[in-house]
């Protein structure tokens, strides 16, 4: 088993920190029960991905504005270690 925790002090100097964008369905509609969840390096590529997420399973072509603005506002940034 592969432990995701750095066990030395070399491992610990390779790991990194990286922060990304991160949103989620349930995010946006609790009662959607989608537990789709993507994480991207900047909020552009975040929502493109949010798009076509939207698109090919709930059959939404484009975000009415209040959907677009809850989502905006559920954005998360979350730190990462790599």
Request: aromatic share 4%.
């Amino acid at each position: 088993m592969v432990s995701s925790t750095p066990t030395t002090e070399e491992e610990k100097k390779i790991m990194a920190a990286k922060e990304y964008k991160q949103l989620g369905c349930l995010d946006v509609d609790a009662s959607a029960g989608c537990a789709f969840q993507v994480r991207a390096e900047t909020e552009a590529e975040l929502f493109q991905l949010v798009a076509m997420h939207a698109k090919h399973s709930h059959k939404i072509d484009s975000l009415p504005p209040e959907m677009a603005a809850k989502a905006k506002a559920a954005v998360k940034t979350v730190t990462v270690t790599v």
